[in-house]
């Protein structure tokens, strides 16, 4: 269990209200109800976790195995506002935790964590099991829509309810169906708000009709794709619309930003990896023949008929480069990112600035902000769940710290 690291002061009759139950709201409620305060934890849906549910669909990377450093810097231009955080909840906490739950976990091949059973439910059943055990209230169906003249909290059902100590953990905007739909942008007016943009997320690309409709579903595996000054090694899928998938997912904060500025983002894909310049030309030197250009690339270069296509795709386009270094560096332009209905994650959120070091806004006092919500993004790796659950462990930590300062 996440206990909060002091003595709990007698905080009986404190009553804190968690609005959000995804992970970080669940790890807030977690370590403020193992101190002995009493928590209701207010969620919109009929149930917890939908999200964490989702996430667990395609094997839920809880977190990574990489050194401290690396992994800090993956969250970007949050990274000094997110180590203290992480240092205080790092990765070994997690799996620690995760496994404190009956989930054992293990080591994927990348480094990335994920638990043994791959899925989500085992573990948030046995996290909800917890909380209950812990006594915290659920309250599902509570949709949040801010506060009335007495500072109380209002919900859409007309209750309300007055809390000692707030903490928000209502999550992006991405999937909008799991719950999290960004709406509560329009509640906090007087908070700085960067605004909700998809992360981790595909981007359109303006395939040709045949390339489409033969290829649209289709993996493109064992890739590298290049983009200001990174590579990134992995898969990505081809899509009627454009292309998506985890070697673009890494790279999409980048050209989500270039294509805000300069309208679209070109990549170079490499479509063998694997393979040196020097001996793929060398494979490509020699006559074709009677070959078509699809056997040869076929035969020569080992292309799968997805990578043959997109090489088609680019000479359609008039690319004259070489056919060798159109295979080690294939131009691909990328017009637009997909919304944020489809995207993994959100960027954007509450500026960090408006928060203290116990995630506290410092405008709001008593008002504390946990989770996804938040101005960071993070690839995919595991890092969005670790973020959130280390923001998460932060604001419960601070909603301990403000009680014990702030009552007698
Ligand atoms: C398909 C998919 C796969 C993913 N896979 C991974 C993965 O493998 N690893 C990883 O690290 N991350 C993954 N993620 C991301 C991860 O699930 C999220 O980052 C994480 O769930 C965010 O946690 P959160 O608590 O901040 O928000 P959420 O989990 O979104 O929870 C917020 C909650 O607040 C509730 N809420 C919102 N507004 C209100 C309101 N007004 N009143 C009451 N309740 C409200 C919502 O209903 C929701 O339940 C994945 C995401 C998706 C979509």
Not at 31 to 51: D, N
Request: aromatic share 8%; charged share 20%.
């Amino acid at each position: 269990m996440i206990l909060p690291g002091e003595a709990p002061p007698d905080f009986r009759d404190a009553h804190v209200a968690i609005i959000g139950g995804g992970p970080a709201g669940m790890v807030a409620a977690e370590v403020i109800a193992g101190a002995g305060v009493a928590v209701t934890l207010f969620e919109r849906m009929p149930s917890l976790g939908r999200k964490l549910l989702m996430a667990g669909r395609g094997g839920l990377n809880l977190t990574h195995s990489e050194p401290p450093d690396r992994f800090c810097e993956r969250y970007g231009e949050a990274t000094a506002w997110m180590r203290p955080l992480l240092a205080a909840f790092p990765p070994s906490a997690l799996i620690a935790w995760c496994e404190g739950l009956g989930q054992p976990t293990f080591v994927g091949s990348s480094g990335r964590v994920f638990p043994r059973a791959m899925k989500a439910s085992p573990l948030l059943r046995a996290w909800i099991r917890r909380l209950e055990s812990l006594g915290v209230r659920f309250v599902s169906r509570a949709q949040w829509t801010g506060w009335d003249a007495t500072g109380a909290l209002t919900f859409a059902d007309g209750s309300s309810y007055g809390a000692d100590a707030v903490v928000l953990a209502l999550g992006g905007a991405s999937w909008p169906r799991l719950g999290a739909d960004g709406g509560w942008t329009a509640l906090l007016p007087d908070i700085e708000i960067a605004p909700l943009r998809p992360a981790n997320c595909g981007f359109a690309v303006a395939w040709s009709a045949t390339f489409r409709s033969r290829y649209a579903g289709t993996p493109l595996k064992r890739i590298a794709l290049s983009f200001a000054g990174r590579r990134i090694e992995g898969e990505a899928v081809i899509t009627a619309q454009g292309i998506e998938g985890g070697a673009i997912y890494a790279l999409a904060a980048q050209a989500r930003e270039m294509i805000a500025r300069e309208g679209s983002a070109l990549l170079q894909v490499d479509l063998r990896p694997d393979l040196a310049f020097s001996a793929l030309a060398q494979r490509l030197a020699g006559p074709r023949g009677s070959a078509s250009l699809s056997t040869f690339l076929r035969k020569r270069a080992g292309l799968s008929p997805v990578a043959i296509g997109l090489v088609q795709e680019a000479l359609h386009a008039g690319e004259t480069k070489p056919l060798a270094a159109l295979v080690k560096a294939l131009p691909l332009r990328l017009t637009a990112p997909f919304g944020l209905a489809r995207a993994i994650s959100t960027a954007g959120g509450i500026a960090l600035g408006e928060l203290d070091e116990r995630l506290m806004l410092r405008r709001r006092p008593g008002l504390f902000a946990a989770g996804e919500m938040l101005d960071w993004e993070a690839p995919t790796g595991g890092y969005l769940l670790q973020g959130c659950m280390a923001t998460g462990v932060a604001a419960g930590r601070g909603v301990l710290a403000w009680l014990r300062e702030t009552r007698p």
